[in-house]
């Protein structure tokens, strides 16, 4: 039962091969990319904060995304993502933040 509204939430089938070819179960598969999710969401909630003295700036962003996509195990779908995230770590002038 909770395997089909993974399946759902995700449109992949129980076991199902990467763009990089490697074979995958969902449910391991699903549990990564909510944990990435979720490291995602939190760095987004820090940066709606009330208090602009509180939001990280845009560098410390880049460079939590960049960790974000470097953690172990990163899923291929998550660093897809990510990829057409346009951000740098090393040439960032502005201290605004988020």
Known sequence: MFTALVELLTGQEPIFATPTEEVRGLAA?????????????????????????????MKRVAMELETIRASQGASSAIQEELDGVDYTVGDITATGSC
């Open 29 to 57: 598969y699903f549990l990564q990319s909510m944990e990435e999710i979720t490291a995602v969401g939190k760095l987004a909630r820090r940066c709606l904060g009330l208090h602009g003295s509180t939001r990280p700036d």
